[in-house]
């Protein structure tokens, strides 16, 4: 996977940014927006949707993730998580994004500082269950 420049970077921090402005957070007040950038250079975002039911909730990247596949989109080069505190994606979501691949660059951005973390995928979900973990069926 090459790696990504400088722009695409800033680009795509950008667009996180500017979901995370979309999120719909009125329980826990934790805004986050993801942005992945495509193999083609397009940027697809997501933001969280909470619900009062908090296991309903739907987390930024996975909101990302499931627009990117609904527009045929499933070769991703980077995806970017803006949050306070920059987080790391929860756990749930770091097994989604690894459904498509562990060596992507996950970009963790705080807004209020302006600071950014990056760390592969892999890095994050060491031994992941992915589907060579299934047992083959005949």
Known sequence: MPELKANEI????????????????????????????????EIVAGCNVENASYSLSLCAERG?????VAQGHRKWRGIAIASVGGVSPC????QFLAEFGLDLPVIMVDVIDGSRRVRQLA????????????????
């Open 10 to 41: 800033e680009h795509l921090v950008r667009a996180a940014i500017e979901a995370r402005d979309q999120a719909y957070a009125p329980h826990s007040h934790f805004y986050v927006g993801a942005a992945l950038l495509i193999a083609s250079g």
């Open 123 to 138: 890095q994050l979900l060491p031994d992941a269950f992915d589907g060579s973990s299934l047992p083959i069926h005949d």
């Open 91 to 94: 756990g749930a979501c770091r």
């Open 64 to 68: 990302a993730v499931v627009t990117a």
